[in-house]
Every structure is written in C-alpha cells, then in structure tokens.
C-alpha cells in the first residue's frame, strides 16, 4: 500500500471532505510524506514506517495514542525524530501511553511512569523521581 492510501486507513468511514481536511493536516505535520505519498510505504525506513503508523493513528484524532516501543529498532537520529514528533502531540492535547525501554526518550515525554520488571510493577511515580532514585537501574542492570 502506498503511504497516502496506509495514512487514510486511519480516517476510515469518515466522510471524504474530513479524510481530506485529516490527510492535510498530516501533510503538515510530516511534510516529506506528502513528496513521497505514493511511494509504498514498506518501502520506508524504520523511523519512516514509525511515523506514518503514527501519522495513521491521529487522523482518527484520537485522544489517547497507545504506543509500543516506539523506538525499538531505530537510529539515534529517528529516536530523536520520534521524541520530537511525540512531544509535539503531547502539547497539541493528545494523551500518550508510552510502553518504552528507552529511558531517554521516556524522560523527554512523561511525567508519570510504572517500571516493571519480570511482569511486576518494581516502581511508579514521577519520571524525574525514578530516574534520580535507583528504580531505573536496578529494573535495567539487575
């Protein structure tokens, strides 16, 4: 699939006039995806699939975005990419659940967070709390 026709999945059954007024406002959210819309999206780089699926999932205008690892896989460089996009939704009001074990970028976008470790919450509070205290080290380095 292309990337436009993957981007309009996520606006399913809305009617054409908000599918089009949704795939603009992508558009300039990511604006090298409407120079490259037609391309396949298989295509695409790691951090180039990882935005259009979340450019997919806003054009549902959701209020809450789930996300799984966002940056497993991924580059330094599309890592930041990722955090900045994020960050930039996160302020325009749309709540993110983050499941994440890059404690970097999970300092650049929570406030809150829970660690686990074995399936078990080890930890929960704010991100700065966790970080300066030893919950993040001893759930990562044992």
Not at 74 to 95: F, K, N, Q
Request: proline residues 5%.
């Amino acid at each position: 699939m292309s990337i436009e026709d993957n981007l309009l999945l996520g606006a399913y059954g809305q009617p054409r006039r908000v599918r089009k007024e949704r795939l603009a406002r992508a558009y300039d959210r990511f604006p090298w995806v409407r120079d490259r819309a037609a391309e396949p999206a298989g295509r695409l780089s790691g951090g180039q699939q990882q935005s259009v699926a979340i450019a997919r999932a806003l054009m549902s205008e959701p209020r809450l975005v789930l996300l799984d690892e966002p940056s497993s896989g991924l580059s330094p460089v599309a890592v930041d990419e990722i955090g900045g996009l994020l960050a930039g939704i996160a302020r325009e009001g749309t709540a993110i659940l983050l499941v994440e074990q890059n404690v970097r970028l999970v300092q650049g976008l929570c406030s809150t967070a829970w660690v686990l470790a074995h399936g078990e919450v080890t930890a929960s509070g704010p991100v700065a709390d966790l970080v300066s205290a030893d919950a993040i080290s001893s759930a990562y380095l044992g």
